[in-house]
């Protein structure tokens, strides 16, 4: 079975400073995608950035960035120029592909940034 | 934004009774998802639909079930709730990409 692994409970950063998130999977699967989702206080589930396993590019939208490396199935969340709206809980994802309809959550990173 | 809601928002319901959840898209969706979000377990699916009246069960569909007569509503059934069915629910779609979800904002329920 597809296992996700946080192993950073929680973490914080300095407004304006960059952090990096950590998450691991365990799959036998060449075919997969990965994804960060952030949940707010509000408890929305907010897809920030998403990565196919069979691209090389790691995947960026404006200030969060992601470090894919397949070989050591690892996928690290960094977020740039750190903002108080980023606090939240960040959750890495995993889907395999080939018609899967399941998402494998991990436990989940608390981020807090402070001013 | 995917277009979707959930309602209600929070529930506070007795153990033994009957509770519906209720997930309404308008963008015509034809993937949805319930999930359950729980302290130390992050999300974990219940119940899919791929269609109208097709449906397939989750990692933790024990005690669930699920209903789609239409398009836009996907709804989530606890015959009998207990104490164990605490927790925040989740709807979501599958989004253009074929490979994404898309959350709605969630329902609070809490079995007493």
């Known amino acids: 079975a597809q296992t996700v692994t946080q192993s950073q409970p929680e973490m914080s950063v300095q407004e304006a400073e960059t952090v990096t998130l950590s998450c691991t999977y365990d799959?036998?699967?060449?075919?997969?995608?990965l994804f960060w989702y952030k949940q707010p206080p509000s408890r929305q589930m907010i897809l920030v950035i998403r990565?196919?396993?069979?691209?090389?590019q790691n995947a960026t939208e404006n200030r969060f960035s992601v470090n894919f490396q397949k070989a050591a199935k690892s996928f690290s969340l960094k977020i740039s120029d750190s903002q108080l709206g980023d606090a939240a809980m960040y959750f890495c994802?995993?889907?395999?592909?080939?018609?899967?309809?399941?998402?494998?959550f991990g436990k989940g990173t608390k981020l807090t940034v402070n001013p | 934004d995917a277009g979707i809601t959930q309602s209600p928002r929070h529930k506070v319901t007795e153990t033994g009774t009957p509770v519906t959840l209720r997930c309404h898209q308008t963008?015509?969706?034809?993937?949805m998802y319930w999930y359950r979000q729980d302290p130390g377990h992050g999300l974990r699916l219940i119940h899919y639909s791929y269609g109208v009246k097709d449906t397939d069960k989750g990692e933790v569909s024990d005690g669930y079930s699920v209903s789609r007569s239409k398009t836009e509503d996907f709804l989530l059934t606890l015959e009998s709730a207990t104490s164990s069915q605490t927790s925040v629910y989740f709807c979501?779609?599958?989004?253009?990409?074929?490979?994404?979800?898309?959350f709605g904002p969630g329902t609070r329920l809490t079995v007493t």
């Open positions: 994802a995993y889907r395999r592909g080939g018609g899967s309809e399941k998402l494998v």
């Open positions: 963008e015509n969706h034809r993937y």
């Open positions: 799959t036998s699967e060449s075919d997969y995608y």
């Open positions: 990565q196919e396993a069979y691209k090389q």
């Open positions: 979501a779609i599958r989004g253009r990409n074929s490979y994404e979800q898309y």
